[in-house]
């Protein structure tokens, strides 16, 4: 009985709680936004590109808001001034240039509020060489990369990274014909009516910074670079690494450190407490005002990795996993995600009867969305074909032609290009 009234009486009592529940929402404080923010360093030896934006609420539904139409240059120290141009979206660019290391250089921005902005003098610093990059799997899942250089000169003891990445793609389908103005076509491979490979860029958005000032010899080893899951799209394939390196001072070294603390280590109590980040540029006309940035000034060191999926030691399933339903000659391994298979469920058609086979054809076509996959031969013979074969082709009385929705055929739809960067190796796939 009393276990009963015990479970009587709980029930009640959630019922009560539940029961009582309101939707909460949250009230934050009024914070003034609108800083400008300022990235990019200026670079000697290769082009210089500056992003100026503005800081934004929580609740702006702009979060991106580019600083247009400032007037943006770098100066040296001996009031030499090296005007940039506006490109789009707040970004503005000097093309190569060689500065002295002999000089000192900071960065002016006029705001079309009127306002002036300068940074700091920064030494012309020059970045060694990159070492190595390589990768390593450290568990079934994740694949890290990691970075060495050095200084024989002991002077650089700074260094900041950063990296653009490509990778190659393939859609569901591999399509070795197209329908191009009536007529059925061979894709030539590495052409730009070539669907079957794509290619997406990226730009790493996490602070990688190392340090060797406490070492005896300016020698950075084994600095992490972060890293992807081995079932992660960009590993299905080839993957391009192409990693910049940056000499940067002791007080650019800090700044990135506190950044990195504030955007990337924080969540819990054991974690350092956000502080403040004081960059090194100030509104002269204005000088209450806050403004987010710290602008370094070195020369650049590149290098690439190039990943093939082969390379891996262990690499992830495969997402679609077999589908008995595509033909064998047509299909995509590690296509990225796992296709919808209804949607992308492949049609056929015939050339019998052949009279009517170019305006079914063409009707078929007339539909946006459908793209032709690969065909294969009814019967092979020795009797000549029809006007629409290849001579080098075996003749056939008749073929069965493959098609599906273009989502599933043509790579370009997820956002992609088809065109391979020149600096893409092959083979791509």
Not at 172 to 192: E, H, M, R, T, W
Not at 298 to 321: E, F, M, W
Request: neutral net charge; aromatic residues 14%; proline residues 7%.
């Amino acid at each position: 009985m009393k276990r009963s009234l015990h479970y009587i009486l709980t029930a009640l009592t959630l019922t009560g709680f539940l029961s009582c529940k309101k939707p909460f929402t949250a009230h934050l404080a009024t914070v003034t936004t609108n800083f400008l923010a300022v990235d990019g360093p200026i670079i000697s030896g290769d082009s210089t590109f500056i992003t100026l934006s503005r800081t934004t609420s929580l609740s702006d539904t702009t979060q991106n808001k580019a600083e247009l139409k400032a007037v943006v240059s770098v100066e040296d120290d001996q009031a030499k001034l090296y005007n940039l141009t506006e490109l789009a979206k707040g970004k503005y660019f000097l093309p190569i240039t060689n500065f002295s290391t002999a000089r000192k250089y900071r960065l002016d921005i006029k705001t079309t509020d009127g306002k002036i902005y300068q940074s700091d003098f920064v030494p012309m610093k020059v970045t060694p060489p990159i070492d190595s990059i390589y990768f390593k799997q450290n568990s079934d899942a994740t694949v890290l990369f990691y970075v060495n250089a050095h200084d024989v000169n002991n002077s650089t003891r700074y260094y900041r990274w950063d990296y653009k990445e490509t990778w190659s793609y393939v859609p569901l389908y591999q399509s070795y014909y197209q329908y191009k103005n009536g007529q059925i076509l061979p894709i030539v491979p590495d052409s730009p009516d070539a669907i079957n490979i794509c290619y997406r860029t990226d730009f790493s958005n996490q602070v990688f910074i190392g340090s060797s000032a406490k070492l005896a010899e300016d020698v950075i080893s084994n600095q992490q670079l972060g890293g992807l899951l081995n079932v992660s799209e960009k590993l299905g394939h080839v993957y391009v690494m192409q990693l910049r390196q940056y000499a940067l001072t002791e007080d650019g070294f800090n700044y990135y450190q506190n950044l990195k603390t504030n955007t990337e280590q924080l969540g819990s109590i054991f974690d350092a407490q956000p502080s403040l980040l004081k960059g090194n540029i100030h509104c002269i006309t204005s000088p209450n005002d806050i403004v987010i940035g710290f602008i370094s000034a070195s020369t650049v060191a590149n290098k690439q990795l190039n990943v093939h999926h082969n390379d891996l030691p262990l690499r992830g399933p495969d997402p679609y996993g077999g589908i008995d339903w595509i033909p064998n000659h047509a299909y995509s391994s590690y296509y990225f995600p796992a296709p919808d298979t209804g949607a992308c469920h492949f049609s056929e058609i015939s050339t019998f009867p052949y009279p009517t086979f170019a305006s079914r054809f063409a009707k078929i076509f007339s539909i946006p969305g459908y793209t032709l996959i690969d065909r294969v031969p009814d019967i092979e013979t020795d009797v000549p074909g029809p006007s629409f074969l290849q001579p080098d082709e075996p003749a056939a009385i008749g073929y069965t032609y493959y098609y599906a929705l273009k989502s599933c055929v043509d790579c370009r739809t997820k956002g992609g290009t088809n065109i391979r960067p020149a600096y893409f190796p092959l083979p791509a796939y």
